[in-house]
């Protein structure tokens, strides 16, 4: 399981900077993360506890990082 999740923070380390400000990279970061913790929660047969973790780490990632750091873009809900 800690594989799964060493597997999907590094995903989610390379797509949470989504959006101009903080918040809009939290909110993406969660959500990718939210995304991939499911999945990779599920594999192991606990996919709501991935998706809780992923979510987390998602979220603090987008929080953390700076526009300048990977921007994809403007977020689909502006």
């Given amino acids: 399981m800690k ?12 797509l949470a900077a989504c959006g101009e400000s ?6 993406s970061g ?3 993360g939210a995304g991939a913790g499911a999945i990779g929660g599920a ?9 809780v973790v992923g979510g987390a780490a998602g979220a603090a990632t987008g929080a953390l990082t700076d526009k300048d750091d990977i921007d994809l873009g403007k ?3 502006r």
């Fill in 3 to 14: 594989h799964v999740i060493v597997v999907a923070t590094l995903s989610l380390l390379t």
């Fill in 22 to 27: 903080k918040g809009d990279r939290a909110i």
């Fill in 30 to 32: 969660g959500a990718l």
């Fill in 43 to 51: 594999l192991v047969g606990a996919p709501i506890t991935g998706a």
């Fill in 75 to 77: 977020p689909v809900w």
